[in-house]
């Protein structure tokens, strides 16, 4: 097969790859599918920590606390996997950005499993029977879907290379901030009961959790940009930055 009649798998528009080169190639697209299988188990993970919260249940909550390691886990693998793949043979630039993007998605992976665990640990604070407000769980179960949603969509973004779709991350994180925003004005409306206030501060903890998991969504979107483009930008800040090469 001649070089031109070949492409890529990464970038389509290269003539094909030597034997070595494309075993290089093909040994980092499975570690891609590694690190994004990783937004999978953040997603469990969410699943499970928003069950906990919505049912108040503690033992749930303890069992997204010590699947912790299958998120630490998957990042030592993916991470060792591209410092074995390094050394091996040096990447190209276009090769270069992946790689430089898989790292910062791992470790936005890492972040968003240690949020599930910083709402699970939240959950026992309160009892079995915490004072519920209505109006503040009914807002936080919303984030949570939001927060899922942007999860599974930064995957399917980066997986097809759709800068589009990973800029739309930003409409869907407005809205998980202006519901922590209104978390918060609930929580301090409350009134004078201790147990409810108690609660109330725990549940901006978690609201606090919540938009941190959607921020880390959004720069994993940001990464997807720059694999494409080889420009990194913060979308939120787009307006404002201009793109810097790397």
Known sequence: MSPESSADP???HRAEPTAGRAHFQQQLLELEDRALGGLDIVVEQLDRTMEALEHQDVELAEMVIADD???DGRYLEVHQGILSLLALQAPVAGDLRLVAALLH???NIERMGDQCVNIA???PL???EPPVRAEIQERLLKMGACARSEVTQSKAA???RDVALAEDLVRQDREINRLNREIFRLALELGEDADTREWAMHMILVARALERVG???????EQVAFVVTGLFRE???SSHRAPRSI
């Not at 921020?215 to 979107?221: E, I």
Request: hydrophobic share 40%.
């Open 10 to 12: 990464i970038y389509p």
């Open 69 to 71: 390691d299958r998120v």
């Open 105 to 107: 998605v791992m470790k």
């Open 121 to 123: 640990k939240v959950i």
């Open 126 to 128: 309160s009892g079995y």
């Open 158 to 160: 980066f997986r097809s």
């Open 215 to 221: 921020d880390n969504a959004v720069d994993v979107g």
């Open 235 to 237: 979308f939120s800040d």
